[in-house]
């Protein structure tokens, strides 16, 4: 078992004292976009560990923690749970597990979670893998989703969609800034979905194909959110309407 993470990220490895350097993938998408379902696959075939920060946030509501009703509350207003609590609960998972391949899944949510976990641990992740995937789809597979999550009804959905594009975009533009994006359509079935992320796990360091390829492309402010004019689709995702600001 592990000892300590670090700013430095490495991980003492307790029985053999060998310290080693985590590899970590961020996998990211809206809610419902299928970034749980597809981690599954990637474990099967790849040997990660999965990490989601969503279910260790239930996991912690659930053990009865000083924390719980501060969770469950955030939980089912949509909105982003304090850093500090979602890093402890990431470092322990990770300190717990002996791999050295972790999937972080829904994490960071934020610039807040991004800046935090990359201090408290200096772990700066591979590549991110984006799940992108429609507003209509996802609200779709959430309605039909049927785990008894307490955010999973309308009104939650619209908040968590809301958040996703004000906070969660951004970060994603961040990584794709750095060239770390690799984006996957998960508009598609299951495996035809899964077929896309083994590419991406296969030849890692191919870099996603960025959003400014059109000519009839108008860059917003916030660069990365480019649009074709007159059409209101983002084309980094599959949002239509607003994303960034033109
Ligand atoms: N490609 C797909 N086609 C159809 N349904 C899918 C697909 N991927 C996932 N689903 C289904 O959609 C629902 C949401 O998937 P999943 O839980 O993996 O999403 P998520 O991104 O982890 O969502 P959240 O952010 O809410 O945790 C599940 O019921 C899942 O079975
Ligand atoms: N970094 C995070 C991740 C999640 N949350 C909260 O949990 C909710 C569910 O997350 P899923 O990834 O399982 O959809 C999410 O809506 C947030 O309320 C968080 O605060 N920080
Ligand atoms: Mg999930």
């Known amino acids: 078992m592990g000892t300590a993470i670090d700013a430095s990220n490495k991980v003492q490895n307790g029985s053999s004292l060998v310290e080693k350097k985590l590899k970590v993938v961020f996998v990211l998408g809206g809610p419902g976009s299928g970034k749980g379902t597809q981690c599954a696959n990637i474990v099967e075939h790849f040997g990660y560990t999965h990490l989601s920060a969503g279910d260790l946030l239930r996991a912690e509501i659930k053990s009865g923690s000083e924390n719980g009703t501060m969770i469950q509350n955030m939980i089912k207003e949509g909105k982003i749970v304090p850093s500090e609590v979602t890093i402890k609960l990431l470092q322990r998972a990770m300190q717990e597990n002996n791999n050295d391949k972790f999937l972080i899944d829904g994490f960071p949510r934020n610039e807040e979670n991004r800046a935090a976990f990359e201090s408290v ?72 979905v899964f077929e896309a992320v083994k590419a991406v796990f296969t030849s890692p ?42």
């Open 121 to 192: 641990t200096g772990i700066e992740p591979e590549f991110v893998l984006f799940v992108d995937c429609s507003a209509e789809e996802m609200e779709r597979r959430l309605l039909s989703r049927n785990q008894g999550r307490e955010d999973d009804n309308i009104d939650t959905i619209r908040k968590r969609f809301k958040v996703y594009m004000e906070s969660s975009l951004p970060v994603i533009e961040y990584y794709n800034s750095k060239g770390k994006v690799r984006k996957i359509d998960a508009g598609k079935p299951i495996g035809e």
């Open 205 to 246: 360091n191919d870099k996603v194909e960025q959003c400014n390829a059109s000519q009839k492309v108008k860059r917003s402010k916030l660069g990365l959110f480019a649009r074709k004019e007159n059409s209101g689709k983002c084309l980094l995702c599959c949002f239509w309407m607003k994303c960034g600001s033109s």
